[in-house]
């Protein structure tokens, strides 16, 4: 599978984006799926995840409750719905595929990666 992400912009504090990740290839929903981003300076790191069949996701604290992780295996797609941005969020999302059932936070459990789609947020 190959991924392609998109969506990433400038956007004002308290604002909202939808990030995509589109995956070619006809095995899309036999990959978990993750976003992570990595600010300036600072190591990546988990944002969200969900599993193959998207029942079950899973959350970084700083982002739970404003951002939502979906999929739609028809499409070959997952999202990332972000609400109430704000500047410390700023930073490149990148999403990644990993094979298997299980959710993982850590980036060297996923084999697959998109390019990254940059978000940047104003105050």
């Known amino acids: 599978v190959q991924l392609q992400a998109s969506g990433g912009g400038l956007v004002q504090a308290g604002g909202s984006l939808r990030l995509s990740c589109a995956a070619s290839?006809?095995?899309?929903?036999?990959?978990?799926m993750g976003w992570f981003r990595q600010a300036p300076g600072k190591e990546r790191e988990f944002v969200a995840a969900?599993?193959?069949?998207?029942?079950?996701?899973s959350y970084a604290d700083s982002v739970k409750g404003r951002f939502t992780i979906s999929r739609d295996n028809a499409k070959n797609t997952v999202y990332l719905q972000m609400n109430s941005l704000n500047p410390e969020d700023t930073a490149v999302f990148y999403c990644a595929a990993r094979a298997g059932v299980a959710l993982y936070r850590l980036p060297t459990e996923y084999s697959v990666w998109g390019q990254g789609t940059l978000v940047t947020v104003s105050s």
């Open positions: 969900i599993t193959r069949s998207g029942s079950i996701t």
């Open positions: 290839g006809r095995t899309f929903s036999s990959y978990a």
